[in-house]
């Protein structure tokens, strides 16, 4: 078989010196599809950081084979353990788990937020909606902390700023990295919270009369983490108008921390700016990083 791979998932694959895996996966999908009595279907072209396909069970039952590049810190096992402590509620189900292969059978979804075509108010509000139903103490699970992922994200954005030669103005790397240490010192392990850590509307897909989650980064963190992301997405929306009129709405919305919302937003949309110009997933990258200037340049 010749397995069909995203521009987006390969280009990732060799940024992170996976291409043993790439040359690979074809024997890799045959073999777990052996081992679980799978036939494979279509692959998700959507994906980013895994090969995605239709996959079909012995017994008729629809799933999604997902196998994720291998990189440093398993992010496999990350996923997993949401997916777990979830089970079922807010993200999709975990139906098997091979850690040694990275290779996960979700429940099989319906089309995403982005496919459906929503209008952008609805979209936001079924975003923070869904990512509230996950949110739940879940100490000594294991997963990294809010504070370790800024920490992360400050090492990101110094090192791809570098090396992509500057993509965005120095000074909104600076208030980035300022903002990432204020998430830093606010962290707080009583308060933290299982959080998602990437919600954006390819990752929440309808679910019977409701929707659900995917591919979870899974932190112990401030609930603000996840409407964080949300700010950094539809980037030309957000400044049609005052721009903080999204982190107020998703504030009330939630019960949260407006200028938390505010502060994790910055940090991700120069973090995620950075990393889609590095992989070429453009004009999400471009589009991140102007706004990103235009804020910090604001009054």
Request: charged letters at 25%; hydrophobic letters at 40%.
């Amino acid at each position: 078989m010749t397995t069909s791979i995203p521009a987006v998932v390969r280009n990732k694959a060799v940024a992170l010196g996976a291409e043993q895996w790439l040359a690979n996966l074809d024997d890799l999908i045959a073999c777990i599809c052996d081992d679980w009595d799978l036939t494979l279907g279509k692959t998700f072209e959507e994906g980013t950081e895994a090969f995605v396909a239709e996959a079909f069970c012995a017994d008729g039952s629809q799933a999604v084979l997902k196998l994720l590049i291998p990189r440093y810190g398993d992010e496999a096992v990350n996923e997993r353990l949401v997916l777990q402590l979830a089970d079922g509620q807010g993200c999709a189900t975990l139906l098997r788990y091979d850690a040694e292969r990275s290779a996960l059978l979700l429940e099989r979804l319906g089309p995403s937020l982005y496919d459906l075509g929503l209008r952008y108010h609805d979209r936001l509000r079924i975003l923070a909606d869904t990512a509230r139903q996950l949110w739940r103490p879940a100490p000594g699970c294991g997963l990294p902390t809010g504070a370790a992922k800024a920490a992360w994200l400050i090492d990101n954005i110094t090192t791809l700023w570098d090396d992509l030669g500057g993509p965005c103005s120095r000074r909104s790397v600076d208030h980035a990295i300022e903002c990432a240490e204020r998430r830093i010192a606010a962290h707080d392990d009583e308060r933290a919270v299982l959080v998602h850590g990437d919600v954006h509307q390819w990752n929440v897909l309808q679910a019977g009369d409701g929707y659900k989650l995917i591919d979870p980064d899974g932190l112990l963190a401030e609930a603000e983490y996840d409407l964080g992301v949300i700010m950094r997405e539809d980037p030309e929306e957000l400044m049609q108008t005052d721009p903080r009129q999204r982190s107020r709405w998703l504030a009330q919305r939630c019960a949260l921390n407006e200028t938390a919302i505010w502060e994790w937003g910055i940090v991700e949309r120069v973090s995620t700016g950075l990393l889609a110009t590095s992989i070429d997933l453009q004009p999400v990258g471009r589009h991140m990083l102007e706004v990103a200037d235009r804020l910090v340049d604001s009054p």
